[in-house]
């Protein structure tokens, strides 16, 4: 990264929570456990650092609740309601999210191409797809969040986490209920808030666009109290880039993120070759 661009990536605290099954797991149940501490004996609960991957819960609310009424394992039994509708699917590639078994030493929580999310085994060679969260200062200078003309950013006026925030909050909102979860949807925007207070983008292709690193990443959602790993909490943007940077294996041994050769070569070699603001 360019200073400038380094001068935008916030450290932040990552959960590790797991669970030993995949299967009936809704949005908030992914969301929970992710939070949690039921880990493999021995492993991580907690990672501080720049960039790491998606959560399950981040793909299954970027679909769209108010239509889909299955669990995560299932979500490829009904295509046009379910994973059709997630722009976080990836149509070629399956793709590794950061979440790990809690059963098993080498299990890790994937998104299949075809939809479903599953466990899989660390030694294999998946889609990995960079995420991150920005400083709370960096702000929206243009841009109107579509893929042909995305938001730009820099540091600070009026920060982004409330220029997205209010897109949300002065949008007309509609009560979704979804595995006994209410949620409040503002679908002129495309957006929505989570069980834990979050506003998130959901849908096939809603305008979360944003120009990083001078290629196209995405806005997954404002998150509330974010910790940079020093106990100071803000409000940050995350994103994820548009396109997995290739397959590569989460681990060859282990599903221990801390010292996965996956994380070590995102905060690594991959942070120090990105060259544009």
Request: glycine fraction near 10%; include cysteine.
């Amino acid at each position: 990264l360019t200073s400038e661009a380094q001068g935008m990536v916030d450290n932040a605290k990552w959960n590790l929570g797991g669970s030993s099954t995949y299967q009936g797991l809704y949005a908030d149940d992914y969301y929970t456990f992710e939070r949690g501490t039921t880990v493999y004996s021995g492993r991580s609960t907690e990672w501080t650092g720049k960039i790491a991957l998606m959560y399950p819960s981040d793909y299954m609310y970027a679909g769209d609740l108010s239509k889909c009424s299955k669990d995560g394992y299932n979500w490829d039994t009904d295509k046009t309601n379910c994973r059709d509708t997630s722009w976080l699917r990836n149509t070629s590639d399956n793709q590794w999210t950061l979440t790990p078994s809690s059963s098993d030493s080498l299990g890790v929580f994937s998104v299949y191409s075809f939809g479903r999310l599953e466990n899989d085994i660390v030694s294999n060679s998946y889609g990995s797809r960079p995420v991150l969260y920005l400083k709370s200062t960096v702000e929206i200078t243009g841009g109107e969040g579509t893929s042909g003309n995305p938001y730009t950013l820099d540091v600070p006026s009026v920060p982004a986490t409330e220029t997205i925030s209010n897109i949300y909050t002065n949008a007309e909102k509609t009560t979704v209920v979804n595995n006994s979860v209410n949620y409040e949807y503002a679908t002129s925007v495309g957006m929505m808030e989570d069980v834990g207070g979050n506003i998130r983008y959901y849908g096939a292709d809603p305008n979360n666009y944003v120009s990083f690193n001078n290629e196209l990443w995405r806005i997954i959602g404002v998150f509330k109290d974010i910790d940079d790993g020093n106990g100071n909490k803000e409000n940050r943007i995350k994103i994820a880039r548009n396109e997995s940077i290739g397959n590569y294996q989460w681990d060859d041994n282990e599903n221990e993120w801390s010292t996965s050769t996956l994380q070590t070569y995102l905060n690594g070699d991959y942070l120090n070759s990105l060259t544009s603001e």
